[in-house]
C-alpha cells in the first residue's frame, strides 16, 4: 500500500505573475514625477539626472519633465529627466 497520496491537480496550480520588465517610457515623452521609466534586472541603464532608483533597479522620475537617453560613457547608458522647456 502507497502511503503517499497521489499527486493530482489539486497540488497544481502555482505560478509566480510575470515582472513586467522593460522600457516604459521613451525618449522625448513627457513624464510626471514619480513615474517608473524603465524596469530592469540590473543597471542596464543608469540613473541620470532628476531620475531615482529602488531596490529592484527600477528607474523613476523625481520631477515633471521630457525623458532623454544619453550615454554615460563608451559602453554604458543613462536616463535622464529635464523639465519641459
Not at 34 to 51: A, L
Amino acid at each position: 500500500m502507497a502511503h503517499k497520496k497521489g499527486q493530482g491537480s489539486s497540488r497544481n496550480g502555482r505560478d509566480s505573475n510575470s515582472q513586467r520588465r522593460g522600457i516604459k517610457v521613451y525618449g522625448g515623452q513627457n513624464i510626471h514625477a514619480g513615474s517608473i521609466i524603465v524596469r530592469q534586472v540590473g543597471t542596464k541603464i543608469h540613473p541620470g539626472n532628476n531620475v531615482g532608483i529602488g531596490k529592484d533597479f527600477t528607474l523613476y522620475s523625481l520631477i515633471n519633465g521630457v525623458v532623454k537617453y544619453e550615454r554615460l560613457d563608451k559602453t554604458r547608458k543613462k536616463v535622464s529627466v529635464y523639465v519641459a522647456a
